[in-house]
């Protein structure tokens, strides 16, 4: 008796969507060319649409977070997670400039047309320490929010949580802002979660614009430079995964897949605001990752724990001195550390984030501000590669700290099967 064959049953996969989006974005655009900046509008809807509730988002969820738990485990977390933060972000300041003083990307290029022709309309931002760290705190929250200033955001949210977690404990566990607060997270990652759905028309037209406008022959001159910041990137992201797998006791295949449809939304986003849901999913439920480590540690993170833009700001200082043959000396190279990691601090979350990265450091090196305008072309490939590695950096420091708990991870839904 025959039988019938039964059809395979398609999956939808969004990872793959998305992938698969912008990958023929970048073939659109290279073809297409300036005609295909008339869809950039649709990609910016797509971005403001995940954007306009971000900072709400992250703040209830720090509230949620820090309001859950009782003063001796948020310093225990929230300080762990913060040491782990500096570390990896001063080590891979020190990374990237090793690896630029090694391969020397701006070596060769000072009589190029494009740096011959280089100028830009952006204006030095000089920032001091004491800048960075009174900017750490708002006169206002109300007008830091509307800023998107997530640092003071995130201060004022950890202080309202402190003070949720007091009251709940001498009300029996009972506060109204605590549980609204609850409340407006989930909704808000409901709303998240839907803008999602379109998110390989938004990414496509994004890429086809980018590439359309700019040209694919913008990164010839620099591919020198591209190469040597991607390769930091990779190596300290694998350096990352080895530490992990053996702090974790993880297989690093299995950590890489679990951590796939992050990786791929950070590289065709390159923002960690709008990767930071599909981030804080995954490491809950693909990971393991405890959840109140998970709610606290991740949004931390976002604006604390920056490696790819403290490699990026490294090598691309380093390659811009050596461009106008600036050489430094081991003090200013250990100064130039120190303030690539400082000002990874007030990296802006959004694409073209590089841009306003380098108005704060090329001045404070005595480099010629108009160098800007030698990369102004490279904010989506630079952006994509700086910010897998910020938002990976952030589950890696997350994972480093549920290890030192027996129940920090686990073990079932990180061994279970895709």
């Not at 020190?94 to 047309?113: D, E, N, Y």
């Not at 309309?121 to 997530?150: H, K, R, W, Y």
Request: proline share 4%; net charge neutral.
């Amino acid at each position: 008796m025959a039988t019938k064959a039964t059809k395979k049953k398609f999956t939808y996969n969004p990872t793959t969507a998305i992938v698969a989006s912008m990958v023929i974005g970048f073939v659109v655009g290279a073809v297409v060319g300036e005609p295909m900046s008339n869809v950039k509008f649709i990609g910016d809807i797509f971005f403001r649409l995940i954007q306009m509730g971000i900072v709400p988002f992250v703040m209830c969820t720090i509230i949620e977070a820090v309001g859950g738990l009782t003063a001796k485990d948020l310093s225990d977390v929230g300080l762990k997670g913060i040491v782990w933060f500096a570390a990896s972000s001063v080590l891979a300041s020190a990374f990237g400039i090793m690896c630029t003083l090694v391969f020397k990307p701006g070596a060769g290029l000072a009589g190029s047309a494009l740096v011959q022709n280089a100028t830009t309309t952006a204006e030095a931002s000089n920032v001091t320490l004491q800048d960075t760290l009174t900017g750490f705190f708002s006169t206002n929250i109300v007008n830091s929010m509307g800023a998107g200033a997530m640092v003071p955001c995130i201060v004022f949210a950890i202080a309202l949580g402190l003070s949720c977690s007091a009251w709940r404990q001498t009300h029996d566990n009972k506060c109204l802002v605590y549980d609204t607060c609850v409340q407006v997270a989930a909704l808000l990652l409901s709303i998240i979660r839907g803008v999602m759905t379109i998110a390989p028309i938004g990414i496509f037209c994004y890429v086809a614009a980018m590439i359309g406008t700019l040209g694919v022959e913008v990164l010839v001159p620099l591919l020198k430079y591209l190469l040597v910041l991607g390769g930091a990137v990779l190596v300290f992201m694998l350096i990352w995964i080895a530490v992990v797998c053996l702090r974790c006791r993880f297989s690093p295949v299995r950590l890489v897949k679990k951590m796939w449809r992050m990786s791929v939304m950070a590289l065709s986003t390159t923002s960690s605001a709008v990767t930071l849901p599909v981030e804080m999913e995954d490491a809950k439920e693909l990971l393991g990752l405890r959840d109140d480590i998970a709610d606290l540690v991740l949004p931390l993170g976002m604006p604390l724990n920056s490696n790819g833009a403290s490699i990026h700001l490294a090598v691309t200082a380093l390659t811009i001195a050596e461009i106008y043959g600036v050489t430094f000396g081991t003090a200013q190279l250990v100064s130039l550390t120190v303030i690539c990691t400082l000002l990874s601090l007030a990296n802006a979350v959004a694409p073209g984030a590089d841009i306003v990265s380098l108005t704060m450091i090329v001045p404070q090196l005595g480099l010629p501000l108009d160098s800007i305008g030698i990369f102004a072309g490279l904010s989506y490939p630079v952006g994509a590669i700086r910010t897998i590695l910020n938002v990976n950096s952030d589950v890696y420091c997350a994972l480093m700290v549920a290890a030192d708990y027996e129940d920090g991870i686990d073990r079932a839904k990180f061994d279970a099967d895709l």
